[in-house]
């Protein structure tokens, strides 16, 4: 993705803007969602906490509250949504956990071995986001990588935000 931010970049990026800024402290973002948006390929950042309890795999794990759109090759913050005004999720308490982190899927992984999975994960948005806007066929063994990584890193707890939020991505990239 070259002439395109990089994911991590474009993480960066937003970690800093003015949007970002008007979130509470203790965000941070979770694995993004890609999707296509007004014709354009947009990275959907979505942000929640953890808290940490001082027992090992015991961090509490918070919903989704905040997603930060961005389009990737106008490299713009589109727009910045606070769950908590949408109807769907009316009456849902998101100071409440929703889980625990370290879950089954990554617990035996060393610091090294995950971070090495999230790399590549990352490269793999890269790849997924360059051929979305190139309009060109996203190679098959990539998609299946990308759905295997994102099925390990992605909280199970979290799954059901996803599902509900972007029902495709999810369909496609985590189920």
């Given amino acids: 993705m070259s002439e395109y931010k990089s994911t991590k970049e474009i993480l960066a990026q937003i970690r800093t803007s003015k949007p970002f800024c008007k979130m509470p402290l203790g965000y941070v973002n979770g694995y993004p969602i890609v999707t296509v948006k007004n014709g354009r390929v947009c990275i959907v950042v979505p942000f929640l906490k953890y808290k940490k309890t001082g027992e ?12 930060m759109t961005y ?10 949504e606070d769950l908590s005004t949408n109807k769907a999720f009316e009456g849902f308490d998101f100071n409440a956990p929703v889980g625990y982190f ?32 190139e309009k060109k066929e996203y190679p098959v063994s990539d ?8 099925g390990i890193l992605v909280e199970p707890c979290l799954r059901p935000f996803y599902k509900t939020l972007y029902p495709n991505f999810y369909k496609n990239c985590i189920e």
Wanted: avoid cysteine.
């Fill in 56 to 67: 090992v795999d015991k961090t509490l794990v918070y919903p989704i509250r905040y997603l």
């Fill in 71 to 80: 389009a990737v090759k106008d490299q713009v913050i589109m727009s910045l």
């Fill in 102 to 133: 370290r879950h089954e899927a990554v617990k035996e992984l060393t610091k090294a071995e995950y971070t090495q999975k999230q790399q590549e994960l990352y490269e793999l948005y890269d790849s997924f986001a360059a051929a979305l806007i």
């Fill in 143 to 150: 998609l299946k990588r990308f759905r295997e990584l994102l």
